[in-house]
């Protein structure tokens, strides 16, 4: 199995695509960003008359202003922004229409930059720090504040929301820190984990097809036995997306550290603790899981086509929860977000969507994880069974039929 191991190593590393994967993706992202900034960039405050807002969705939006440094929307803001003397007066213009969204500037904002952000119902295309930028923007061009207002001004807030129907505040509402911020934690961690495991166990797949069309497979399981051709296999590959893994969370570190000067929304993103170790977990038992399913495809298929064929119905399985993001966000404990939790397609990917938005006990965490692990290693053990002699030599696809006795049989 070591043989394999550095065999497959060395193989797919100097793949073009995988390299072009590894470092040409996050350097020309990384490019980007920094053209942006240079085309954006300049001082701080200079030529603010000039800023184009992206307001998403709102049109107009209020504020109430505890702190008494607010007192007028100011030039930039005048035409969207209206300021009201108390909350009440602010939720009553938002029942009445009148205003989209609403933010709350409390006494201490000076001090813990904590704004609190009033929507009718939880949207993504509400959510949104503009209107607050344009008021302290405004501030600055107009009155000329202090330096420590300014350097607040640099890292505006880290908003509280607190979501209500229209009706009335249900029971089960309760506010949530920085609901956008875990939104870009939801995808990015996501993202990662589908983006490493289709990049690298899709050489898996195509290995094992290249091997046997080029009949090299023959050479190779007379040297070693099926079953440690496909660990060595799975395991290299295992390294190459882990390795992925480092190089995009370092570039992402990086651009983060970059957009800071620039007030880009990445400021001020920070990853709790306990969402780091969950995501591992999730992460390496989706890989083990979907490394199986990619190498069993790869054992029964004679070509790319008919395995790409194959792989597109578990791709489409694989991403579901994506499909239904706006459904995590507004229910994330409910049945569709359970139901995908506990099949063990999505489960990864579910999982961790939901643990960057809401609290998942660590009972259900123990139940998730022991679902998940029994599949995974029933999905290594057909993988095994199918990664036989009879199979990989085979030089037809097995029909549904006869699956069941390549897996099950002697």
Known sequence: MRVVFMYELKQNAR??????????????GLAILFFIMQTTGGEPFSGLEDIEFDMMEVQVAGYVDQT??????????????RRFDTSEAAREALDAGEIDVYFVIPPDYFDSAEIEFYAPT????LITRTPMRQLFYSQVLDN???????????????????????EEVGENDRPVNDEAQQMTLVNISGLLLVFTVFSTNGYLMQSVIEEKSSRLIELLIAAVRPTQLLAGKIIALGVLGLLVVVVYVSALVLGASMATDTGVFLDGLSVPTHLWFVGIIYYLLGY?????????????????SEGSSVLSVFIILIILPYIFTTQFVNDPNGLMAMGFSVFPLTAPIAMIMRASITDISILEHVVIIAILSV????????????????????????????????????
């Not at 008494?68 to 922004?81: I, K, M, S, Y």
Request: glycine share 12%.
């Open 288 to 304: 083990l899981l979907y490394s199986a399913i990619f190498g069993a495809i790869g054992a029964v298929s004679t070509s790319l």
């Open 144 to 166: 000329g504040l202090s330096m420590e207002t300014l350097s607040r001004v640099a890292t505006p807030m880290s908003f509280e929301r607190i979501q209500f129907s229209l």
């Open 15 to 28: 793949r073009k695509g995988f390299l072009f994967t590894l470092f040409g993706v996050p350097v020309i």
């Open 375 to 410: 599949s995974t290693l029933g999905m290594l053990w057909m993988a095994g069974r199918l990664f036989r002699v009879q199979t990989l030599l085979s030089g037809k696809m097995p029909g549904p039929r006869e699956l069941p006795r390549l897996i099950f049989g002697g």
């Open 68 to 81: 008494g440094a607010f007192e007028t929307p100011g030039q930039l803001a005048e035409d969207n922004l």
């Open 122 to 125: 939880f949207s993504l295309v």
